[in-house]
């Protein structure tokens, strides 16, 4: 069992930069693959990053690459999201998710056994 809790979002004009953090509590925070996902109002929730146990791989939603940087501390049980030169089709809530799954899709939501509250990302023109 795992908690996770997310913080760093605002608001931002296009250009402007955001960090994302997720912390991570209840069991072994490096034992899980962590992930990103966004969900823009009336639109499916997405796969925005994703980084393997012990941070040896990372994953990036295409429309992300090279803007967005996944990272991980684990001494402090914390997962990260840099987010630079936003755009307002970034405009989402953000939400942190983990897995203890090694198998299966990072983008898919069905990867993924618990999820935060999320926080909101609003960046205008």
């Known amino acids: 069992q795992v908690q996770l809790v997310e913080s760093g979002g605002g608001s931002v004009q296009a250009g402007g930069s955001l960090r994302l953090s997720c912390v991570a509590s209840?069991?072994?925070?490096?034992?899980?693959?962590m992930g990103w996902f966004r969900q823009a109002p009336g639109r499916e929730r997405e796969g925005v990053a994703a980084?393997?146990?012990?941070?040896?791989?990372?994953h990036y939603a295409d429309s992300v690459k090279g803007r967005f940087t996944v990272s991980q501390d684990n001494a402090k049980n914390t997962l990260y999201l840099e987010m630079n030169s936003l755009k307002p089709e970034d405009t989402a809530m953000y939400y942190c998710?983990?897995?203890?799954?090694?198998?299966?899709?990072?983008?898919?939501?069905?990867?993924?056994?618990?999820w935060g509250q999320g926080t909101q990302v609003t960046v205008s023109s």
């Open positions: 998710a983990a897995s203890k799954s090694g198998a299966g899709s990072w983008s898919s939501e069905a990867f993924y056994a618990y």
């Open positions: 980084i393997s146990r012990g941070g040896g791989s990372t």
């Open positions: 209840g069991s072994t925070y490096w034992s899980y693959y």
